[in-house]
Structures are given as structure tokens and as C-alpha cells.
């Protein structure tokens, strides 16, 4: 059995419920508004997301941060319910004495490449500051565009009052006992299969448009996370798999679930240096689930199955 050694606690200050004040900088003005924030961490630490309400626009935003234990740095996403679409990240690391974060990654503003960083500082049980910057001469010199200063609250943060996009994974939200049959090699012969046992906690932002799971697999040496999201002008969702060795935002398959109710996703792929398509398969339930993936290396004209879970509720 392994045992999970916390590997940083740098954005356990915000877990919880926030209120925000943001300014944000419009064709030289600067315009305020409030919101609120609900964070929580995942991987003991090495997953943090939150969740942004805004509701003079009616909108939503989401930060998923992922520790990179093996460079020791935060890569961070930024999902807006408007476009939902994860742009580029930033990355960086807190300072020696844990007081500050810089991170740095390329965007583009106007269809212009730009530097994109986001600060954290002002650091207290109750408080934080955040602010992002642009710089369009390669990081000479930067400009402050948008900020935040949080305050906790005591109270959860209200809903917000918007229409639905999608419920597709509303069947897998809540506590489940994962029973897994997994092929070993995943492609090739001989092989052999074995069981594990493992369980998953799923929940949704953006009401259903952004589903996240965290599982265990405490014989495997590794902790798993999925990260969905769906796109409203495709009708299909991108998944993405993140292992807790790893800490990265791997290729995602994409797809949907058809009128038979079953969900197909596929994607490109790299298996131990060989280029593989993979497919998910999801067969949705109340209390009852199972997700299958197969892999192909003849560009999905046949497929070998290496891992089967078999999803039972239990909360």
C-alpha cells in the first residue's frame, strides 16, 4: 500500500469561500465589480481549483493549478464560461519564503503574442491579493491589467442564476468504489490481467459544464485526476487525465455521449515512445457506471482494450 507524502501546500491559503473585488483595466479605464471565489485542493495539495462567480455579467470563471513535482513548479489554466476554452498557462513557483508567486506564459491579445504573468502576495488566513500583467516587449516591461483582493467569507458563496449547458457527467458526481481490471503490458503479448481496487470523489463547475474527479489506486503508486470540459458550439467534451506523478494536463480525447447513451471519446496518444490513438467509454448510471479504455495502432481500425472500472456508488 502506498503511503502519499504531501508534496506542497503552497495554495492551501485559499481553500474555501471568498469575496472579490476585481479592477480591471477597459480601454484605459479602470472598471470595478465583485464576485466570489470557492476553492478547493486536490492530491493532497498538488491540485487547486477554483471557481469564480460574476455575477453583474452572469458569467463564470476556473483556475485548475497543477504542481509539476518533478521541476517543482506550478503550471495554472484559465477556463471563462464564455468561450470555455483553457487558455494557455502560466507557470512559475512561489518564493523561498512562501510570500509571493510569479508564473509567466505566452497568450495572445488582439491577435498580438504577448507575455501573460499572474502575481500572488498579501498572503493571510483571511486575505489575499492577485494580479495579471501583460508585456508586449518579451518581459522589459510590464503592465497591470486586471486584479483581485479577496476576503474570506463565513457563509458558502450564492449560486449563480444561469441558464444550464449540459448535465452529461451530473450521473458521476458523489463518493464511488472502483473496481478495475487492467491489461499488463497495454498493448502486446504476452499479457496478463490483474485487479485493483480504487475509489473516486466526482463534482462539477460551471453547473455542470466542467466535471473533475480524484481517484486513488493505493497499490498502483500514483493518484489519478480527470478534467472535463465541455464545448457548447461542438457539443462535445474534452477530458483530460492527470497523473499525480506527473502533474501535467495530458492529450485529451474528445467526444460525446450518443442517443444510445453511451459516451465515445477518442484522441492521439504516445505509448512508450509509439504514436496509439486512445478511446474512452463511458456507460452512464445511477448507482451503478463503468468506463472502459482501448488503445490502436492502426489508426482505430481495431482497438485493444487494457483497462476496465467497473463504478459502484457509495456516497
Not at 478534467?227 to 458550439?233: A, D, E, Q, T
Request: hydrophobic share 35%; charged share 25%.
Amino acid at each position: 500500500m502506498t503511503t502519499w507524502t504531501k508534496a506542497t501546500g503552497d495554495f492551501d491559503f485559499l481553500q474555501g469561500d471568498f469575496d472579490v473585488r476585481h479592477r480591471t483595466l477597459i480601454d484605459g479605464e479602470w472598471i470595478e465589480y465583485t464576485g466570489t471565489t470557492t476553492a478547493h485542493t486536490y492530491f493532497d495539495g498538488a491540485i487547486s481549483i477554483d471557481e469564480m462567480r460574476f455575477p453583474s455579467k452572469g458569467t463564470y470563471g476556473l483556475s485548475i493549478r497543477l504542481f509539476d513535482p518533478v521541476e517543482q513548479e506550478w503550471n495554472i489554466w484559465w477556463v471563462s464560461s464564455s468561450t470555455m476554452q483553457l487558455y494557455p498557462p502560466v507557470r512559475g513557483r512561489w518564493s523561498d519564503d512562501g510570500t509571493s508567486c510569479w508564473l509567466v506564459g505566452e497568450e495572445t491579445v488582439d491577435g498580438q503574442p504577448v507575455l501573460c504573468s499572474y502575481a500572488w502576495s498579501d498572503i493571510t488566513e483571511q486575505t489575499a491579493h492577485w494580479e495579471q500583467s501583460y508585456s508586449a516587449d518579451g518581459g522589459k516591461t510590464w503592465d497591470v491589467n486586471w486584479t483581485m483582493d479577496f476576503t474570506r467569507r463565513t457563509t458558502p458563496a450564492p449560486a449563480l442564476d444561469v441558464p444550464k449547458v449540459t448535465g452529461d457527467f451530473d450521473f458521476l458526481v458523489g463518493r464511488w468504489d472502483m473496481a478495475n481490471r487492467r491489461r499488463r503490458p497495454a498493448l502486446g503479448e504476452p499479457c496478463e490481467w490483474y485487479e485493483v481496487a480504487s475509489e473516486m470523489q466526482v463534482t462539477t463547475f460551471f453547473d455542470g459544464a466542467i466535471s473533475f474527479d480524484e481517484g486513488w489506486f493505493p497499490t498502483e503508486g500514483f493518484r489519478g485526476a480527470t478534467f472535463r470540459l465541455f464545448n457548447p458550439s461542438a457539443q462535445t467534451w474534452s477530458i483530460y487525465w492527470i497523473n499525480s506523478l506527473r502533474g501535467q494536463l495530458e492529450t485529451p480525447v474528445i467526444g460525446a455521449f450518443g442517443n444510445d447513451g453511451l459516451g465515445i471519446f477518442e484522441g492521439p496518444d504516445v505509448w512508450e515512445g509509439r504514436p496509439i490513438d486512445v478511446r474512452f467509454t463511458w456507460t452512464p448510471g445511477t448507482d451503478k457506471a463503468a468506463w472502459q479504455q482501448d488503445f490502436s495502432e492502426d489508426g482505430g481500425t481495431t482497438w485493444v482494450t487494457n483497462w476496465y472500472m467497473e463504478h459502484t456508488r457509495i456516497g
